[in-house]
């Protein structure tokens, strides 16, 4: 069964002090892997797409790499703006038209 | 802004009641998707239709239905509510029929009393 559990479940960082969170899945046949920031009662905003092992994106002080177990989201230098739950999806095999599954997310707290 | 629209905003209803979520997808994006998202049970999908076909079916219930009309503004049907189902309902859009960046509206905040 397609799985995806994210770690740790709340990180409270000071201003400036680099971390990851980490987007472990399990799919058969990954059709895409994709990360989304969503603040207290709004819908998510998406950040990235990534689709095969090795792939890295960048936007800011955000990156996003895949391994063909895990993804990673790393954050450098972050500031209290970037306070928000990131969550992290996968998609299986396009072909079977298979759903979406999320990540219950992790709540990344900056404090200034 | 992300470009969809979702109405109403607030929803309030009793058990057992029927209700209709409306959903504008951005100009030109022929996708919608429907998520259901409670404090328990996290972002779910729902369903997601393509240019007016149903293309990928999630954890949906059977009380539940929605559609796709020509104009591409879709309809989230909930049919005998429960309190169980009261939840932020999102609506996304996205231009092709795969998944790829999908943008997600401010959501409709549901409350079954």
């Known amino acids: 069964e397609d799985q995806v559990t994210q770690s740790p479940e709340a990180l409270r960082l000071q201003e400036g002090e680099s971390s990851s969170l980490n987007c472990s899945y399990t799919?058969?046949?990954?059709?895409?892997l994709f990360w989304y920031r969503q603040d207290p009662g709004k819908g998510p905003e998406f950040l990235f797409t990534?689709?095969?092992a090795g792939e890295e994106k960048e936007k800011e002080r955000l990156k996003a790499t895949l391994t063909k177990k895990e993804s990673f989201l790393h954050i450098t230098a972050p500031k209290p703006e970037d306070s928000a739950t990131y969550l992290c999806a996968v998609q299986g095999s396009y072909s079977s038209a298979s759903k979406i599954i999320f990540g219950s997310g992790t709540r990344l707290s900056i404090r200034p | 802004d992300s470009g969809v629209t979702q109405t109403p905003k607030h929803l309030i209803t009793a058990t057992g009641q029927r209700v209709t979520l409306r959903c504008s997808p951005r100009s030109g994006d022929l996708s919608v998707y429907w998520y259901q998202q409670s404090l328990d049970q996290g972002l779910q999908f729902l369903i997601q239709?393509?240019?007016?076909?149903?293309?990928a079916k999630g954890n949906i219930l059977e009380r539940f239905s929605a559609q796709q009309f020509p104009d591409l503004h879709s309809e989230l049907n909930l049919s005998s509510l429960e309190l169980g189902d009261s939840a932020l309902y999102f609506c996304?859009?996205?231009?092709?029929?795969?998944?790829?960046?999908?943008?997600f509206g401010p959501g409709t905040r549901l409350t079954v009393l």
């Open positions: 239709y393509y240019n007016g076909e149903e293309r």
């Open positions: 799919v058969s046949g990954l059709r895409g």
């Open positions: 990534l689709y095969s």
């Open positions: 996304a859009s996205s231009s092709s029929p795969s998944t790829d960046t999908q943008y």
